[in-house]
């Protein structure tokens, strides 16, 4: 399936993938549920996720802060 032979890392740009990484690691899926087999470790995932949850929050804050109210 991994006609590139790429390093596993390079999958953590993929947020869905991301996702479904750490949702089997939720459901205590095994490694032979994963689709391809040499997948980055959940942690990893979870981080990128986090990462870039952080990012938008902070860019929201930003963006919410910037408003100015006018009765």
Excluded at 7 to 36: H, S, T, Y
Aim: net charge negative; glycine share 8%; proline share 6%.
């Amino acid at each position: 399936m991994d006609g590139l032979h790429l390093d596993p890392r390079w999958r953590l740009i993929d947020l869905w993938n991301d996702m479904a990484l750490v949702g089997k690691a939720c459901l205590q899926m095994g490694p032979e549920a994963f689709d391809p087999a040499t997948q980055p470790g959940w942690r990893e995932a979870a981080l990128v996720l986090g990462g870039v949850c952080l990012a938008c929050l902070s860019y929201l804050a930003l963006r919410l802060r910037a408003v100015e109210i006018v009765r």
